[in-house]
């Protein structure tokens, strides 16, 4: 399903069974070294901060879900370099035009704060289920919605999944 | 006498619908509202969205819309209330009928 849309590289949970081009998302990084590669996803606001020093703040992946507190409280406080701010689609699809509208809006905040602090923006669907996902031409289309220019995005983020994986110590079977 | 081509150049795309219904009409109308509401009614009406083909069994629509207005119905199918999946775009419906049967076998 990913290849029909275009998509080379999959997020997801890990379920005790590795998959070809998946990266998956876990809440905690674990103990002992890996055979997958993963990132470390959290929705806890404290673990973006650069003040926020503990083992513990290992967050790869910041899920953004509340914009306005969002924007108030990233004026505020200094970011960690190099964190994944991600914006879902999924939960769009049930709000009205309106709410598309402020999306949109706060989209082109986030990622211009991104830029700024040397953070990466990601856009992900938020899928379920594979007739949730998205394809990669429509990821594109809903990121010139938003002002941002596609081939940059994917050339970030590309790079942003590298350097993660390399700095991660994971067996490769 | 040089004739020109005023013909809009459209595109076709492959759309997988999450929920089975005989109602292909229905989804059609989804994306059209979707579009409208996000894009305004001028834009969806120069969009020119279309039913071209619909394959039950598989679930997958294909609808057509002009060229210049693909972005903002790509945003839409994203963006609608029932899941959609665009699953394939192409400039001719031969093309995109070859390349779905390839990706199913």
Sequence with gaps: MARTLQIDILGTEYHGKREKNVLYRLKRKPQAVTDYPYIVVSDKFEFLSSSYYSSSSTTDLFQVKDYRMIKANLKKSKVREQIGLEVTIADLRKQDSLQVGRWISHIKDIYKFCKCTNCQFILSSGANSAVEMVSGRSFESILRTCEIEPEHYWQELEKWIENKCKTRVFADT | ?105
């Design chain 2, 1 to 105: 006498m040089q004739i020109l081509n005023r013909r809009d150049r459209r595109r076709y795309l492959a759309v997988l619908c999450s929920t089975k219904s005989n109602d292909d009409i229905g989804f059609i109308n989804l994306i059209k509202k979707r579009n409208s509401e996000l894009f305004g009614h001028i834009a969806n009406e120069k969009s020119s969205i279309r039913l071209v083909y619909s394959d039950k069994n598989k679930n997958i629509i294909i609808i057509s819309c002009k060229l210049q207005n693909v972005d903002n119905v790509l945003s839409a199918i994203a963006l609608t209330s029932s899941p959609l999946v665009v699953l394939d775009m192409s400039g001719t419906l031969k093309r995109l009928k070859r390349r779905l049967l390839e990706s199913s076998e």
